[in-house]
């Protein structure tokens, strides 16, 4: 064995030389990788004994793309052009060897080998436009060598993962091996290849695929237009479209050429800088500075829910998912029989869909018992009530769950907004409360808020935390605080969107400004979905605000045909003449003289307040990093990932104009507008949130 550098290692077996990559977590391209791969292909290449070479990884893993951390800093080392130069020019059989994942850039390197095997877990990919990138090493020419333009721009816009099976297929990978025989059945291919003299197929002279999809612009066309709304707002899809329209028209260098301008525009921009500050603000969420990685857990094989309302449905679902069984518990049968045949539909509208198995759903119902009695949450490891946002109610729920449940279990809310330090007051165990905020529908949604409070003990965290991963969610662990982190900053939004309303712009104008920021919807449209009437009762209603005048008309938002909009019967919302009186009306009566408001103050006033209380959340220790709020917008409230959330786009912006904007508005308009300390803070001291 010769060490090529402290990555990579050379071994001669026979007439095969080996190059082992070993760089952990993901052997990404680095420049050690790089160099590794650079200099074992030549000493295989000069080594007279060397007929055939396997490029294969250690750990779990083969290449997983670029090393997303290099970006932005200064090269060093050769280029990742150099090294699949290197591999694609080689006067011997060059053999991919993969298992884990060959993604990006790692795909890209496995594409300029002659051949590539794999074991049957396998996956390839080329999912830079998850980064807001596109494949840079030559991946949008390769690939669509091999798969046509149909498939490659399905696989570069969607980032799929596509398994080994579909890969050989398709023709991406040339042969599968054994599971856990990777590297033997690699060198046996190898052997295999030399014996039968086969040729050094290069896949950038492989023109048949991009010559037959040549004069077929529709392919490009039709596939713009079915994926408009899924691709609003981000640059990298259409880019990603351009670069496989390259590799159909044009000389594949000419092709590389267009490549290379577009994936530096993308790299540089703010967009891709948001997309991969997600996905490292989504892997930092998981890590709690006091709660250690090693924090015993609680096993959770039993899951007790109390409500089977939306919410409380929607949370039993997670688990039966997952395969845990699940006890749900209402006041009345009629309720209980509901809630349960709820589910039971929304499983079997996801199998008419094709996306379960009859089997599925009746094994997913089994797992679910329907109860009266709280008694029967007895043995439940995790307990969550989910029942009518009332602190008396909840408090008298806990105190009796403290009398049934078994010690050591844990006892979760699902409250948004009430005090969890106060409902830990009912039990002489406040230790096991938690607050567990799913998103509504829970089935649905990806963000799990974890309220921490005061007693809470750590284990409980560490299971919560564990929990809502084996469930699919996204979890970020709060502290208590009115409306936690999320509806917390939400409810600046919705104040400022309130207010500019009486003040001159329109339900319309606002609901325009926020989705062309790139949310999926205004805060009135969303109004009008969730229905305008939650917590309105007609006994209670004083007619004082905008929403209860439109409530007493029955305006109650699309169920009912109109709330701010006006809807016809396929939900298409149209501004409304009678909401822009009541609007005008309303101002008149509060003697506020309306004016002209730009979409650019409308859009300040709405997203700056809530950077400014997400810098609040962060001072007062409600959230670990400025990235996790970021992480609770993105999931739970529709922030574009494209802008990375809201504290990233406080520092995209520059936190100095953010601060002055604020200062201005408080000047003219009081002290919604206050700055908090830390944004002043980092501020005088030019930094970011970021750098927190
Ligand atoms: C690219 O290739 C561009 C080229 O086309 C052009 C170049 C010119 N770099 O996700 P995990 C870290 S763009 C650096 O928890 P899993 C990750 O942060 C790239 N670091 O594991 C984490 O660190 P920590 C295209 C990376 O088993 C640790 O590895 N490729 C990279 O759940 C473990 O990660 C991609 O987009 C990276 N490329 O999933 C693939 N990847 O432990 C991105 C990971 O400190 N990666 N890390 O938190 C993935 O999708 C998943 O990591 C993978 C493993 C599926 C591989």
Redesign the pocket.
């Known amino acids: 064995m010769t060490a090529i550098n402290e990555v990579g290692d050379l071994t001669i077996e026979g007439d095969v030389g080996v190059l082992t990559l070993n760089s ?3 052997n ?3 420049a050690p990788v790089r160099t590794a791969i650079n200099d074992g292909i030549k000493a295989a290449i000069d080594n007279p004994a060397v007929k055939a070479i396997v490029l294969i990884c250690d750990g ?2 083969f290449i ?8 932005g800093k200064a090269p060093s080392g050769p ?3 150099d090294a699949q130069a290197m591999i694609e020019n080689a006067p011997k059989p060059v053999i991919a060897a993969i298992h ?2 060959a ?6 390197v496995a594409l300029t080998c002659h051949y590539r095997v794999a074991v049957p877990s396998a ?1 390839c ?4 436009v ?2 807001g ?5 030559g ?1 949008t020419q390769r690939l669509p060598r091999i798969v046509g333009a149909q498939k490659a721009v399905e696989m570069v816009t969607v ?1 799929t ?1 596509v398994g080994a099976k579909a890969c050989k297929e398709m023709g991406l990978v040339d042969e599968l091996v054994e599971e856990g025989k990777l590297r033997e059945g690699a060198i046996a291919f190898a052997n295999k290849i030399v014996a039968e003299k086969r040729p050094l197929k290069k896949v950038r002279d492989l023109n048949d695929k991009v010559e037959a999809d040549r004069g077929h612009p529709e392919i490009f066309a039709n596939f713009r237009k079915a994926n408009a709304r899924k691709f609003r707002g981000f640059l990298a899809p259409e880019y990603n479209i351009q670069c496989i329209e390259a590799a159909v028209n044009l000389p594949f260098d000419d092709g590389i050429k267009v490549e290379q301008k577009l ?1 530096r525009e993308l ?1 540089t921009g703010t967009q891709s800088a948001a997309q991969r500050h997600v ?2 603000a ?3 969420v ?2 709690l500075p006091d709660v250690p990685a090693d924090t015993p857990t609680i096993p959770v094989a039993r899951v007790g829910v109390i409500g089977a309302g939306t919410m409380g449905g929607g949370i039993s679902m997670n688990f039966l998912n997952a395969g845990i069984p699940v006890t749900i518990v209402e006041t009345k049968q009629e309720a209980l029989d509901r809630g349960i045949a709820t589910i039971r539909k929304n499983y079997e509208n996801t199998a008419k869909k094709g996306r379960l198995t009859q089997d599925d759903v009746e094994k997913r119902m089994a797992l679910l018992t329907g109860t009266l009695a709280l008694e029967d949450l007895a043995d439940s490891d995790l307990v969550i009530e989910a029942v009518f946002e009332n602190m008396e109610i909840k408090k008298d729920i806990f105190g009796k769950l403290d009398r049934i449940v078994k010690q050591g279990a844990i006892l979760a809310t699902n409250t948004s907004a009430l005090n969890i330090d106060e409902i830990a007051t009912a039990v002489k165990r406040p230790e096991a409360v938690i607050g567990l905020h799913f998103f509504s529908p829970a089935n649905v949604m990806r963000l799990l808020e974890v309220v921490r409070a005061d007693k809470t003990s750590k284990p409980v965290i560490a299971t919560s935390m564990q929990i809502a991963k084996k469930i699919g969610k996204i979890a970020a662990l709060v502290g208590v605080c009115p409306g936690f982190v999320g509806n917390r900053i939400l409810a600046q939004r919705q104040r400022e969107a309130q207010k500019l309303i009486l003040e001159g712009a329109m339900p319309w104008d606002v609901d325009r400004v926020l989705y062309d920021f790139g949310f999926p919807m205004g805060p009135f449209a969303m109004s009008d979905l969730a229905g305008l009437d939650i917590g309105w009762s007609k006994e209670k209603s004083t007619g004082s605000t905008i929403r209860e005048v439109l409530c007493e008309m029955d305006r109650r938002g699309q169920k009912t045909g109109s709330g701010f909009y006006d809807y016809d019967e396929n939900r298409n919302a149209k501004p409304s003449p009678v909401v822009e009186k009541i609007i005008l009306d309303f101002a008149a009566k509060q003697g506020i003289n309306r004016r002209t408001i730009s979409d650019q103050e409308i859009l300040e006033r709405c997203v700056y307040p809530m950077i400014n209380e997400g810098a609040k959340i962060l001072e007062e220790g409600k959230a670990i990093r400025a990235s996790d709020i970021d992480i609770v917008w993105i999931n739970g409230y529709g922030w574009p990932v494209y802008r990375g959330g809201p504290m990233f786009y406080g520092d995209t912006v520059g936190l100095d104009k953010v601060l002055a904007k604020m200062k201005e508005f408080q000047a003219q308009m009081g002290d919604d507008f206050k700055p908090s300390a830390l944004l002043e803070k980092l501020v005088a001291e030019g930094k970011k949130f970021q750098s927190l």
């Open positions: 952990p977590p993901v990404a391209l680095s779990k893993t997983a793309g670029a090393d997303i951390t290099e970006f280029s990742l052009f884990g994942t993604l990006g850039g790692g795909l890209e996956k990919g080329l999912p830079e998850n980064l990138l596109l494949p840079g090493a991946g980032g993962h994936f790299v996905f490292f989504e892997r930092q998981w890590k």
